[in-house]
């Protein structure tokens, strides 16, 4: 019987203020709350979330919790239906936060802890037939809170289901469907654990799709079965009905036939080394927390595979028991943590750390056993991990010897096992590229880990745990651990983190936004750092969804063109276990964007992890000279699939066959006058003005504008401007480990050099027959390094071209965020068309995704809000742009320098307003339209939470140009 639905509530400041008669407590039960739910986020005036990282929200004292402590009783009256059968009777709670005690009719029952794992209490005894009372009083803190410090909201409230069980005589107490396989003889295996009462036997199996039905008169019959099977994989993930009838009961088992195996150092499914191209994933809804939302689940799920993510960490506890069904349908590896996290403990030194005390252990290795008897049916549950920054202790290696001991099918994770005593896989979280190489290449040093320890080290599989933090922009540098990965097959890919914003949905003033740390009055949070996914809270995807899609594609396609002007394509089938049988491979040539020929590549039939060189002939292309003409291919599916219908893409590559700069008119010969403060220049149809004390263009044919001004400053991203979590570690000479908290970061380097304040003084304007110089000096306030800035500008026929060429001072150290010129136009912009890179957007180190194609976009799309907002949106390589109000249009032509062009963006706020909105809801109304037309940007890193961008790709202090024209249509 499920029992969720609408409850009775009362809530108290403090456990002391609770009544202490059932009874009572039943009565004063008035207002209501749907379970599941967390009642600060489902009733008003009843407290509300906090969000801490790291940083307990009560003092560390453990296993007490303040007396000041939150508490909710939750009642819920049912009738028992008549024909409810004889036999035991069970209360199921699959989660509560944090601490919970039940009654029933008035009998205490129990209490319960462990708040993401399920418990079950025996009733039998105080289960009337008819009318009956169930009262469960939550805390919200409790002894277990000091275990779920898991970088998350803290929501008490009864969140995951409450179900009560009937359980007759005769019924199966345990059953675990054990089902290898063996992949040279293509034969599955069941091995059956059974617990159940002498009256449940006989047994019997059947599995109709294998044609299998077997009885087993009594436990001692009990034994293993072999058959021909399909294999089940995240590739392929074939799953057979198992129905399992005792005499009391029949119950069914979804089973896929897998082996996992450490062989020679690699982790391998079915003898086959096997590539985690995963996420981190966080149980979280903006408007219900942690309750899983079904249909939500699904479509987190169709999306993971559809942007080619094959692996989920739990992170931080077993989550629903619904999105294990839902992996074992969808096919997606899964590494199952269990409910353990005590990174607080770090705040003082460890001291104390559940990990490691004595008095701990049994609480720890109870939730092990209650996440690996949960879920040991499930297939896709290929690793199991003891949990997420709890330090180290002997507790943690008693939790890993049960596990081993029970399961020694499934290898072991935990992170924070450095040495690998204890663990299978050796994982990491946010180390730098060279780390990861030097893992790769088994080298030492080894950042963590003594030399005698390197060798078991060395030996096991290497998972990067945490990696790319997924925070605001960003984040940079997927495609370089990507190449290590294919480099090095030790490395067996990663997790990033993480796959959703943790925003919660509320409104200021009437208007809605997503909330983060500090906006519910906590005194103490870590802002927005609970935002870090590749999906906004909304489930939108972020442009960092497609980049990481496009770099774990499954086919990967890499166009390419020979000096003789041949062209080939490398085709890499990049699946583990699969073959191209269900992929074909069309291709289209484009010439500004407009596709002028397509095709089909001929690609031989590839297995698994092999590649094959195509040709491609493009003889019969049509004429013509167009600015620039590109080749894509695509790989797509063939068939339809639980998560995508036919044609959806598995990979996509992109050559420019030709680049066609469009020839300039001649200039004309000018004469701008000056009228006040104003030099202005006419002739027939067109009207050009600048302001004569700055040199700066203020009209163009009727359409106010101000530019250009040059721009070294960007909105600070996240990771310009958080350091991470990472400790200093000494001794390290390599430089291997990320950056600490200790350096400064990018947007405080850019805060002491004053970039966002630069200025400009005018030196002057000379005018020629055909040609306007102005010549200026840009500096930031109370620093000597300066800009010599040159802007030139000619009329060609219906266009002005305006070059900047900008050439910093000798010596000028540190960064910049961008180098670039800044225009300011009318306000309330409706669209931007492009001719570039695209459709998102794109830094030095991420957009691998991006393609050369014409593109159109509203404003609200082009820059899609964040839940903070900070630079985003650049796209490169842009050739022409048209920005469009409702009765004119600015068209900006580029040329390239160096053979490459500028990035564009285009805002409805300047920087300095973006840099200083916590919400999109503290930004003031749109004065004006802002664009940026930059020749480089600095890379965004990761730096958030790891390591920064690579030393030799920081955009360091260089002369610059930028050269683009523009027009104005009315």
């Known amino acids: 019987m499920d029992l969720s639905g609408t409850w009775s509530l009362r809530t108290y400041p403090d456990p002391r203020a609770c009544p202490t008669d059932p009874d009572t407590a039943v009565a004063a039960a008035v207002d209501t709350v749907p379970v599941p739910s967390h009642w600060v986020l489902s009733t008003d005036g009843h407290g509300a979330p906090i969000y801490t990282n790291v940083a307990y929200p009560f003092p560390i004292d453990p296993p007490h919790v303040p007396d000041d402590n939150p508490t909710a009783d939750h009642v819920r009256v049912f009738d028992l239906p008549r024909s409810w059968p004889q036999g035991r009777t069970l209360l199921r709670f699959d989660g509560v936060e944090s601490c919970y005690r039940i009654w029933l009719n008035g009998n205490e029952i129990g209490v319960g802890t462990g708040s993401r794992l399920v418990q079950e209490f025996d009733v039998t005894a105080a289960l009337t037939p008819g009318r009956n009372t169930l ?136 003898g086959a080394p096997i590539r985690f191209r995963g996420v981190n994933r966080h149980e979280i809804s903006p408007t219900w927390g942690r309750v899983d939302d079904p249909e939500q689940t699904r479509r987190e799920l169709v999306a993971m595979k559809r942007h080619h993510i094959n692996a989920i960490r739990t992170s931080h506890y077993p989550p629903h028991p619904r999105v294990l069904e839902l992996c074992d349908e969808l096919g997606m590896w899964v590494v199952d943590e269990c409910d353990l996290e005590t990174h607080g403990f770090h705040e003082c030194g460890w001291e104390g750390n559940p990990s490691d005390e ?78 990861t190489e030097q893992v790769g290449r088994g080298a030492w040093p080894l950042v963590y880990g003594r030399a005698e320890e390197a060798a078991r080290i060395f030996s096991r599989p290497c998972v990067l745990t945490e990696y790319a933090h997924a925070m605001g922009t960003g984040p940079g540098g997927l495609a370089d651990y990507e190449a290590l990965f294919d480099r090095y097959p030790r490395l067996h890919g990663g997790f990033v983190w993480e796959w959703r914003d943790h925003g919660l949905l509320t409104h200021r003033d009437g208007r809605a936004f997503y909330g983060y740390g500090g906006d519910f009055g906590e005194q103490l949070h870590d802002g927005n750092f609970v935002i870090d996914g590749l999906c906004h809270s909304d489930g939108r995807p972020s442009p960092a969804l497609t980049d990481y899609a496009h770099v774990i594609s499954p086919v990967r396609l890499t166009p ?162 958080l350091a991470g979590e990472q400790p200093g570690l000494p001794g390290d000479p390599t430089g291997a480990h990320p950056q600490t908290p200790s350096l400064p970061t990018p947007a405080d380097l850019w805060a002491q050099e004053q970039l966002a304040l630069v200025s400009s003084r005018l030196v002057d304007i000379r005018v020629g027959e055909d040609t306007m110089h102005v010549s200026s000096v840009v500096a930031a306030p109370s620093r000597r390094h300066r800009l010599q800035v040159t802007t030139t500008y000619q009329w060609c026929a219906d266009q002005l071209v305006c070059r900047v060429e900008a050439l910093p001072d000798p010596g000028w150290k540190g960064s910049w965020a961008r180098a670039g010129m800044r225009w300011r136009l009318p306000p309330h912009a409706r669209w931007v068309e492009w001719l570039g890179l695209g459709p998102y957007e794109r830094y030095p180190d991420s957009g691998n995704d991006a393609l050369v194609g014409r593109y159109v976009m509203d404003l609200a799309t082009f820059n899609p809000p964040m839940a903070r907002p900070q630079e985003c949106g650049s796209r490169a390589e842009v050739r022409t742009a048209t920005i469009t109000w409702d009765e004119r249009a600015l068209t900006v032509v580029t040329t390239a320098i160096n053979g490459v062009h500028p990035s564009l963006s285009v805002h409805e706020h300047p920087a300095a307003e973006i840099a200083q909105a916590g919400h999109p809801v503290d930004l003031p109304e749109s004065r004006a339209t802002w664009m940026y037309v930059d020749a480089a940007q600095h890379p965004l890193g990761s730096r958030s939470c790891g390591p920064g961008p690579a030393p030799e790709s920081v955009l360091t202090p260089q002369p610059f140009t930028v050269d683009i024209a523009l027009r104005v249509r009315l």
């Open 358 to 435: 004595p008095a701990w252990q049994d609480v720890l290795l109870d939730r092990m056993i209650r996440t690996v008897e949960r879920d040991k049916n499930h297939p896709c549950v290929v690793m199991w991990s003891l949990g997420n920054e709890a330090g180290m202790g002997r507790n943690l290696a008693q939790m890993a010897q049960w596990t081993r001991e029970r399961d020694p099918g499934r290898p072991i994770h935990y992170e924070r096992d450095f040495s690998c005593e204890y663990v299978d896989v050796y994982g990491r979280m946010y180390p730098t590229l060279r780390e």
């Open 560 to 721: 390419r063109r020979g000096e003789d002007g041949s062209v080939d394509v490398l085709v890499e089938n990049r699946f583990d276990l699969s073959t191209t049988a269900a992929v074909e491979f069309p291709w289209r040539v484009e010439h500004d964007g407009v596709v002028v020929a397509d095709g089909r590549l001929d690609v031989p039939l590839l297995s698994a992890r092999r590649r094959v060189v195509v040709p491609v002939d493009l003889a019969s292309l049509p004429a013509g000279k167009p600015r620039v003409a590109t080749l894509t291919v695509t790989a797509t599916t063939t068939a339809d699939t639980p998560w995508a219908r036919a044609g959806h893409l598995l990979g996509h590559g992109q050559v420019v066959l030709a680049e066609n700069p469009q020839p300039r008119p001649a200039p004309t010969r000018w004469q701008p006058r000056r009228q006040g403060r104003t030099l202005v220049w006419r002739t027939p149809g067109h009207e050009l003005c600048w302001d004569a004390s700055t040199g700066r263009l203020t009209g163009m044919d009727g359409l106010a504008l101000d530019g250009p001004e040059v721009c070294l400053w960007r909105a600070p991203t996240d990771n310009d401007r």
């Open 135 to 270: 009262l469960v009083r939550v805390h919200q803190w409790s002894a277990g809170s000091y275990l779920e410090d898991q970088d998350q909201w803290w929501l008490p409230g009864i969140f995951r289901d409450v179900t009560l069980l009937s359980r007759p005589e005769g019924c199966l107490n345990d059953l675990w469907l054990q089902c290898d396989y063996d992949a040279v003889r293509r034969t599955g295996t069941v091995t059956a654990q059974i617990d159940a009462d002498e009256s449940a036997w006989p047994i019997t199996v059947d599995i109709p799709a294998l044609r299998l039905h077997h009885v087993w008169a009594s436990p001692q019959d009990v034994a293993p079965i072999t058959m021909l099977v399909r294999p089940w994989s995240a590739e392929d993930p074939m799953l057979y009905d198992a129905h399992v009838t005792a005499q009391g009961e029949k119950v069914t088992v979804r089973v896929g036939f897998r082996t996992v195996a450490i062989v020679d150092g690699m982790f391998t499914v079915n």
